[in-house]
């Protein structure tokens, strides 16, 4: 993550100086090019090219949420997995650490990641980089959220509950129930 981070705030800088000394190269040109013969064309490219890469930072963003998601959802499933030969071995330790742990990772992703993530997403708004600012203003995402929408946050935190409630009883049957609501919000949010 990390390193996701630092190769994003490169690409940034590298993006910003090539728009300043494309800018200063323009500047003679500009000063040579006629008075209402518009923005110099090599300017304009410059312009396009930050604007790609501005763009692209945005899809990276989306795209490392949606890999944030895709592990804990993996994590989730190897977690119900052994909850379940928990159960089925009657070893009521082992599944209330497993459904406990399964819980956990809905929570996470309910809020796109755990608090050191929350600790990035918090920076980037605090800098003006809200990714669905557009959404937010409609009361579809919550501040600072990529993929993930209020109303598919509510059903995965009332899963992450309901799971969690089943540690002190565990119940195959309605933990797959459980799972499969897991299951529907996610391959939503993933598409």
Do not use: F
Request: net charge positive.
């Amino acid at each position: 993550m990390e390193h996701e981070m630092t190769a994003c705030r490169s690409l940034v800088r590298l993006l910003g100086a090539a728009a300043l000394g494309a800018l200063l190269l323009a500047v003679p040109a500009a000063a040579q090019t006629p008075s209402g013969a518009g923005t110099p064309k090599e300017m304009v490219s410059t312009y396009n090219t930050l604007a790609d890469g501005l763009l692209a930072l945005k899809s990276t963003e989306a795209n490392l949420v949606r890999s944030i998601l895709a592990a804990a959802n993996a994590h989730g499933q190897v977690e119900l997995t052994r909850a379940q030969k928990a159960i089925a071995a009657s070893d009521a330790a082992g599944a209330r650490s497993a459904i406990e742990a399964l819980a956990a990772d809905v929570a996470q992703m309910a809020t796109e990641g755990d608090n050191s993530v929350a600790a990035v997403r918090k920076k980037l708004v605090d800098a003006g980089q809200n990714h669905n600012s557009a959404g937010e203003a409609k009361g579809i995402y919550d501040s600072g959220y990529v993929i993930v929408t209020r109303a598919a946050k509510q059903k995965l935190l009332d899963s992450s509950r309901a799971i969690a409630k089943m540690a002190a009883s565990p119940n195959g049957p309605a933990l797959d129930a459980e799972w499969k609501k897991v299951q529907s919000v996610v391959e939503g949010l993933m598409k």
